[in-house]
């Protein structure tokens, strides 16, 4: 107890200071003894024995308080987020010529569109539907939806097809007795309308069977009307002698709003390919409307005769 007889000699200033830093001391250990950290979260080492216990009998996860605060103290939130969905678009479309954008607009995955690109690329065509069914990856739910728009072209067809159809008429031809045969058939100086006429009539025209009246047909809805017979000319192997057979008495054909239609309608058309199209749409992007059919003679796509051809099917 020396120490507190030489505190009696200390001038009392100083014993003063010395006082107040002991109680200062005192009190600060005080506070830390009182305010130490508490034991780690009661709850969250209670989930953590529940969670155990469900996982080893077997049973899902508790529902309820538990279960719903227990939080991994050691690893980040993780917060998983569905894919976004495409909206699909359906309209009419033919696999060996559609482009990624419209392929990715019917809802088809952007791998899925890098395979059918890679399939046309090595000189895969498709004839029929069902081989659009076959392309890798492709899903039967997707195929049921595509598959009453798809629509490929004829001349996507095996060229083998010419003979056999030609063949199958001629022996229809010889099937049929000589008399009852020139009975169905035009004779000289007799007509008919190229654009009113159906595959019936049609075949009334000598040199003309199923396969050309089909031809004929389709190729006439593709036009949007006939404005000339010189357009059957357009058809591959088509027999010229049968041309005298038709008329065209009036002409109507179904225009196409160059102001308004996508690349993708406008190179449905037989007369506009898809450089044709794309630069059509440029066009509008960067100069405005296209107010008259000469606007296009600035474009190096369109020379004077493919203007010419497609005056008659423009609108503005």
Known sequence: MSWLRELAYIHKSDRKVLLTLLTVAIVALLI????GRAPQQPMADAADSLRQQDLQSGQPLRQGRTSVNYVDRQQPAIVYRQPDERRAELFDFDPNTADSTALLRLGLQPWLVKNIYKYRAHGGVFRKKSDF????GLTTKQYRELEPYIHISADYLPATTLFIENKADAEEQQEQPRPSTSRHKLAAGETVDLNSADTT??????GIGSYFARRIADYGQRLGGYVSIDQLDEISNFPAEAKAFFTIAQPQPRRLNINRLTLNELKRHP?????QARAIVDYRRTQGAIGDIADLHLLPDFPPEVI?????YLSY
């Open 271 to 275: 007369y506009i390919n898809y450089y």
């Open 308 to 312: 010419e051809r497609l005056r008659p």
């Open 32 to 35: 830390i003894t009182l305010t």
């Open 133 to 136: 069914a076959s392309l890798y």
């Open 201 to 206: 009539v049609l075949m009334t025209v000598p």
